[in-house]
């Protein structure tokens, strides 16, 4: 029979190029975010976190904004590989980790 | 570099059967966790299991489902009778933290229920 399931936001980019995978969450108490990234078949695996009283984080390579005027997290990944393949889910924190929808983030060679 | 480990990587399942999923978390984590995630989907929080009895547990885990800790290492989740629905990918995650910082998932057990 046919499957149904939620159709995840895409981004393709050009290996070597910036990407920023954009997140909306929903509870203005959550007050600690995590980006994990999803290889087919694999769990989720921890990139990088934010606390709600910075606005910016910085790992290698990546980068999270946190605006929580307007409920937004982004992830900014420089000079991509081809290794950044993968669902990109944000998840916020107030008493769970609740995840978001996903972003299919894919590197054109 | 420690790791979540889960067995086994797929289970099939007759519906109505009871299945157990197995976990070994980081060791010296002291919050656990099952989540799962349906073909395509997001993935959904199912319970939290800190200091022997279960912390917070969704609309998802209804009375089929259990958790344990029968040692000091293993963490299962039992679903006593399975339904259709309950395929999906079954993802076990631990942390060290205050309760809910950090997670390290597990590579997930695929359970297919026919």
């Known amino acids: 029979g046919e499957s149904v399931g939620l159709h995840l936001p895409t981004l393709s980019v050009q290996e070597g190029d910036n990407s920023i995978i954009n997140c909306a969450y929903s509870?203005?108490?959550?007050?600690?975010f995590i980006w994990y990234k999803q290889e087919s078949g694999k769990g989720p695996q921890f990139i990088i976190d934010?606390?709600?009283?910075?606005d910016k984080r910085q790992g290698q390579r990546v980068t999270v904004l946190l605006n929580k005027t307007v409920k937004h997290l982004s992830l900014q990944i420089a000079a991509t590989q081809p290794g950044d393949s993968a669902v990109y889910f944000c998840?916020?924190?107030?008493?769970?980790?609740?995840f978001g929808q996903g972003t299919r983030l894919t590197i054109n060679p | 570099e420690p790791e979540v480990t889960q067995t086994p990587s797929h289970q099939v399942t007759q519906m109505g059967q009871e299945v157990i999923l197995r976990c070994v978390p980081i060791?010296?984590?002291?919050?656990f966790y099952w989540y799962r995630q349906i073909l395509g989907q997001k993935v959904e929080f199912l319970v939290s299991?800190?200091?022997?009895?279960?912390?917070?547990k969704s609309e998802i885990f209804d009375d089929q489902f259990s958790v344990e800790r029968p040692d000091g290492s293993n963490f299962t989740l039992k679903i006593r009778s399975t339904k259709l629905e309950d395929s999906a990918m079954y993802f076990c995650?631990?942390?060290?933290?205050?309760?809910?910082?950090?997670?390290?998932f597990g590579s997930g057990t695929q359970l297919s229920v026919l």
């Open positions: 995650a631990s942390s060290g933290g205050i309760g809910n910082e950090k997670l390290f």
């Open positions: 509870n203005s108490a959550s007050d600690y």
């Open positions: 934010i606390r709600s009283n910075m």
């Open positions: 998840a916020e924190t107030v008493q769970k980790l609740v």
């Open positions: 060791s010296n984590h002291l919050y």
């Open positions: 299991f800190y200091n022997n009895e279960i912390s917070e």
